[in-house]
């Protein structure tokens, strides 16, 4: 075969290879196992109450994806990338993979064609005649699912905001917001990273209730983070900066721009901007955001935007654009800008 028809075969199979992932994730294999003490598929299968040789068919096809190693005596090991997937990993993506490849989402795609169709986005209502956030108050399977892979994968994400913002000027800066902030671990890495700053961890009251989830208790920094039940369509509190890490990629340019408005009318003159997305590249640059805008489209009402659509968001909310600053990869970047 062909490079090119190696390549498209590699597509058209590539769901098989995430729903192995998937599989292991959802059972808790990777959890079972480490990279130093080999186990059989009986001796793991006793642990998890599965049947042993469908067990070891599912263990083989994850060693020939890299997500595990088998020996000699079809004992098999853990790989670094297998050990990302145990839950207690500092930057465990198995809540990520049980979110993605989960029933909920995987249903969503099948939608894809009819809705480039008729011009109409958001699978999410068409397949569960609901919007998303809606169903994960209602569905319990899929909020937990949710909540867990927004929460899990925040290690990642904080090291990459604060490798972004090395050479950002905090100067000035004494209150710091994180609107839609979830457990508020963005939050808590940059006070941990600005030892000057106080934090305000802005979210809805069902996410800032959860106490025992909450970051800043965990860390000692409850003195120096607080946290405020709100909407931030309705209102958001006052403070010197404001960040939205992955929150205007869920809405439409309009809703974007009421939720930018909402910010600017609590921000004092001079208030600090930053808004942290998968920014989208120029056209020849293959790009994460490209392939997670076609996810957004199926999820909701969102989508992945360039630096100038969100340049041009800030303007329409009565922000000025003031820079951007990425990560290493530049897989995420930071858009900034300041009250005008």
């Not at 979110?99 to 011009?119: F, N, S, T, V």
């Not at 890495?189 to 934090?199: D, K």
Request: hydrophobic share 40%.
């Amino acid at each position: 075969m062909s490079g090119a028809t190696d390549e498209v075969m590699g597509l058209i199979f590539g769901r098989w290879r995430s729903q192995i992932l998937y599989a292991g994730a959802e059972l808790g294999i990777f959890d079972h196992l480490d990279g130093s003490t080999a186990k059989t598929a009986q001796a793991l299968a006793e642990e998890l109450s599965v049947d042993a040789a469908l067990l070891y068919r599912l263990l083989r096809a994850q060693a020939a994806i890299g997500l595990l190693a088998e020996d000699d005596s079809r004992g098999f090991l853990l790989t670094d990338q297998g050990a990302l997937l145990r839950t207690d990993h500092r930057q465990s993506l198995k809540s990520m993979v049980r979110l993605e490849e989960g029933p909920q989402h995987y249903a969503l795609w099948k939608h894809l064609p009819a809705m480039i169709r008729d011009g109409r986005q958001n699978a999410f209502l068409r397949e569960f005649g609901r919007m998303a956030f809606d169903h994960a108050r209602s569905d319990r399977d899929y909020g937990e699912r949710f909540t867990q892979a927004m929460s899990s994968y925040s290690a990642v994400q904080s090291d990459m905001v604060l490798e972004a913002l090395r050479s950002y000027d905090f100067s000035g800066i004494q209150s710091f917001c994180d609107v839609a902030g979830g457990h508020g671990h963005l939050m808590c890495a940059i006070l941990q990273a600005h030892r000057s700053l106080t934090g305000i961890v802005l979210d809805l009251p069902e996410v800032v209730d959860d106490v025992d989830a909450l970051w800043a208790p965990k860390l000692g920094l409850q003195d120096r983070c607080s946290y405020v039940a709100g909407d931030m369509f309705e209102k958001v509190p006052t403070a010197d900066a404001y960040s939205l890490k992955l929150i205007l990629h869920d809405w439409s340019d309009e809703e974007c721009t009421e939720i930018l408005s909402n910010v600017r009318s609590a921000a004092p003159e001079g208030a600090r901007l930053l808004i942290i997305e998968h920014i989208v590249p120029c056209p020849e640059v293959a790009h994460f955001s490209k392939l997670f805008d076609v996810h957004m489209m199926c999820w909701g009402t969102g989508q992945e935007r360039t630096e100038g659509q969100y340049r041009r968001l800030m303007e329409r909310a009565g922000w000025r654009p003031t820079g951007c600053h990425y990560f290493a990869n530049r897989l995420m970047g930071v858009v900034t800008g300041v009250g005008a």
